[in-house]
């Protein structure tokens, strides 16, 4: 059975499925029984627009309920649903495009202006009530390698991909729902991720769903203590957020007790130790690191029960083979029930990333195989000269980066953030540079320290270390 016949459609119709709310604050209620027969009249619609099965369906909507009808109209008629984050510009949209070769595209009103300036001429689709107003379609049933989800990558280390995934990768998310998303039965859970990304894709609502939880909706840009005001006013009981996401609220927001939140989870890229304890000391909860990748979906996280390792991503999930090869984190696809890349389940993933495995069988990330430091001989994993200067009270935001060095051929250059009241200078240069030493092994203290403004992100985020490193340094020597 289909996640949407499966789930949706045979969900209790009275049941709670969303909460939802607008950048109006505007709030609404949505039960199972509303969500099935608004994503079936959408699904009826966009057959009626000429998409059928297999088509690609693009998705610019923000965090509403619309998007999810959208999600589930496509899988509803075995379409597949390429979901775009409304931060793209038209050249993005238009890259997109040219890529996956969309059948239609379901846009919010307010980015109409968006989808034109892309050149789109195929069908548009406004979610309001014209498009309801069609008569309902039941959902299919597809195989699990029958295409259902297009994500592109975040674009860290080149142009954004697509990564396509089966029906498959809809109910294989009930591993990761139950083992590190941690969402049961009468849950309130919120993924914060923006419409358009992978972790949204899987656990914005699909994950709640499959434990039998109810989704928040959030339409509207991160604000720190807006997050938190809305945590406590809706009784949230499950949050999934980025670490960047974690880091601002530790930082500047007044961090507090949050009595209904059991758990907490983070993912996107490594959460550092130092946040983790000032979430547990602030607001009672720990903070469980996971990780995953576009291509595969979670592999990873920090199981529910033991304490919290800080620092570490968890185990491998339950079910999932993974070992280290030469320092790399590799994948057998074939005990992953959310992996459907074409051509790549009959061998090894190479997962591209650096990870460290200790006695106990926990993960932890040093780096992508192209971003550590191999200095004088020696191996420096970026993570771990963050995470020591993100200990540092002056220190908001820092990504440490490879600079060129004579001698060593290598030396660490960290690129920092200053908070608010800190003023860069060759003081504080030596004072963190110091720091790093008593933090950690002194040899991978920032022989270069750089100051700036904000560091280069994706969209969704996540440091762009190519084009740090690609940077040349405003100091003048190295220490």
Known sequence: MSFVGGVVDAAEPSRLALVAVGRDDERRELSFGEVADRSARLAGTLAARGVGTGDVVMTVIGN??????????????????QPCTEQLRPADLRARMDSVDPRAV???????????????????????????????????????????????????????KPVRHGHGYLSGQSVQAEHWYGASPGDLCWCTAASGWSLSARNAFVAAWLRGAAALLHDRRFDPEERLELLERERVNVLC???????????GAGLRRLPALRHACAAGEPLNPEVVRVWEDGAGVQVHDGYGQTETGHLSGMPIGPPVRPGSMGRPLPGFRAWIDEGELVVDPTTVPTFFLDGARDRPWRTGDRVREDEDGYLWFEGRTDDVIISAGYRIGPFEVESALLSHPAVAEAAAVAAPDDVRGQVVRAVVVLRDGHVPGATLTAELQEHVKAETAPYKY??????????PKTPSGKIKRAELRAQPSASSDAR
Do not use: N, Q
């Open 241 to 251: 957020m980025s670490p960047t996401e974690y880091r601002a609220i530790a930082k």
């Open 64 to 81: 509403r309920p619309e998007w999810a009808y959208a999600m589930l109209a496509c899988w509803r008629i075995g379409a597949v649903a």
């Open 446 to 455: 920032p022989r270069i320290v750089d100051f700036a403004a904000e560091l």
């Open 106 to 160: 379901v846009a919010d009103a307010r980015d109409l202006e968006l989808v034109e300036a892309s050149g789109f001429r195929g069908p548009v689709v406004v979610p309001d009530d014209d498009a309801f107003a069609a008569g309902p379609l039941p959902a299919g049933d597809f195989g699990e390698r029958h295409p259902a989800l297009i994500v592109f990558t975040s674009g860290t280390a080149g142009e954004p």
